[in-house]
T-cell receptor, first 113, second 111 residues
């Protein structure tokens, strides 16, 4: 695709529900990253993949958060039993390979009510 | 643990003036990026700096890197209103893959 595509753009969910956020990286990009950005802050790393392998998940806040990229392309970030503190902008980025420039998507704005 | 600090966090300036945003980081780095973010928009890559002494310029923006001081600067020359945005520096630590971002500098340029 032309750029990194994320869906949905906006998600409002009730506390306790599970949500799945999708990222479609730039075609051919090997590396895929998930970040979370609170209002007025810089993005914070959550996890990243090379192909389908999850290389680093040290930024996931707790075990309610998980991510997968089963075929090395589209990735899903899942948050189980959402809490109000999970409300944030979730951003995905991809890069052609390791150690190259990352391009960010428009993000998914998650609001937990 | 790699930490990245920017200053100032907020900057309001007049058109035509010059100013500098500073980015300090705490450990050895492989690469440093500067990003621009407009309200409600994604992050747009401006510069990537790879080595000590690197300097890159695009229009009224110039970025430099001093790896010994662990400092990067983003200099704005003769600011124009269109440059109003939030600017982030982001660092990849030595041997790492993830970007660590600064808090951002919200720049407002007044006509």
């Amino acid at each position: 695709g032309a750029g990194v595509s994320q869906s949905p753009r906006y998600k409002v969910t009730k506390r306790g529900q599970d949500v799945a956020l999708r990222c479609d990286p730039i075609s051919g990009h090997v590396s895929l990253y998930w970040y979370r950005q609170a209002l007025g802050q810089g993005p914070e790393f959550l996890t990243y993949f090379n192909y389908e392998a999850q290389q680093d998940k040290s930024g996931l806040p707790n075990d309610r958060f998980s991510a997968e990229r089963p075929e090395g392309s589209i990735s899903t970030l899942t948050i189980q039993r959402t809490e109000q503190r999970d409300s944030a902008m979730y951003r995905c980025a991809s890069s052609l390979e390791q150690n190259t420039e990352a391009f960010f998507g428009q993000g998914t704005r998650l609001t937990v009510v | 643990e790699l930490k990245v600090e920017q200053n100032p966090l907020f900057l309001s300036m007049q058109e035509g003036k010059n100013y500098t945003i500073y980015c300090n980081y705490s450990t050895t780095s492989d690469r440093l990026y500067w990003y621009r973010q407009d309200p409600g928009k994604s992050l747009e890559s401006l510069f990537v700096l790879l080595s000590n002494g690197a300097v890159k310029q695009e229009g009224r923006l110039m970025a430099s890197l001093d790896t010994k001081a662990r400092l990067s600067t983003l200099h704005i020359t003769a600011a124009v209103h269109d440059l109003s945005a939030t600017y982030f520096c982001a660092v990849i630590g030595k041997g790492a893959q993830k970007l660590v971002f600064g808090q951002g500098t919200r720049l407002t340029i007044n006509p």
